[in-house]
């Protein structure tokens, strides 16, 4: 990642290494804040936030859920206001933005879990991100099965990016760095295939298209959402169901869809060869499609596109 110059912090565009929490902020402790991660491509109109309306949309609906009131410096912001400052930081960090990490969180110095009545802070920061699962994943990414849970709808909201429970996710990061790989997948709590730790999982199957669906525990993902839209515009069947670990073990494809990753294909899960071992067909098919997609070369597809000019 390389940092920018300008973060966005409670209404305020203020120098990068300005941007400061104390050490008793309530979200470093108890990891009280909710983010989210978007995407910015440049296009022939000049650069584009992907689906910025639904990334503010869940932002904000996390923080409902959280409980926090989106007040900042005196200011009560909207969905709209919420959207306008991302563009403005976006515009403020020149052309070399590619990712943007919009994060409201309890900043108030408090010792104790009581989150009622902690100061909320709202900080945007864009950096450039390049290709988060490293060059070595371009020909195919090695996952392995997480011996860490994805954590359910019964130990937070499953569908919210609250940062604490992220925990996890590092957690299983780690177990697949340490053995080489590029990514975990993580079963939720009935042992069924959930997604990975910043992606969800697709398979290809018996001639179709299969995800795990949203009561699997997972992250109602945007680019999931894409992926299933702009597959079934190019014809595909696209079922989301219940995956089991057979099924992704035994699929001809296997890929990874999420924001930083954007369309990852994955060519072996726990040591074992997916399909031929090669990246698939599908897989390459619809990645140079949402390719097309996101860079403005599809006009059906423009309402998914803010320009920020
Ligand atoms: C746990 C998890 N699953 C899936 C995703 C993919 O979601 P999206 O496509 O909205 O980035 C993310 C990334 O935000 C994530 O953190």
Redesign the pocket.
Known sequence: MDRTEKIWLNGKLVNWEDAKVHVLAHALNYGTGVF??IRVYQTPKGPAVFRLKD?VR?LVDGCKMMGFKLEFDGKEYTEKDVFEAIKDTVRANGTAVDYVKPCIFLSGEEVGLNPVNVPVSFAITCVHMGAYLGKGADAGAKLITSSWQ?PDNLCGPAGA?VNGA?VA?TLAKREAVSQGANEAVMLNSVGHVA??????IFIYRHGKIMTPQTAEA?????????VIQVARDMGYTVEETQISRFQLVSADEVWM????AEIAPVTSVDGRPIGDGKIGKVSQAIHARFHDVVTGKVPEYDAWLDYVN
Not at 195 to 200: D, L, R, S, V
């Open positions: 989210e991660g990334h869940r994805r990016k992220y996710s997604e990975c730790t910043g992606e969800n997972i992250l109602e993902g945007i680019t999931r959402n894409s869809t999420g924001t930083a």
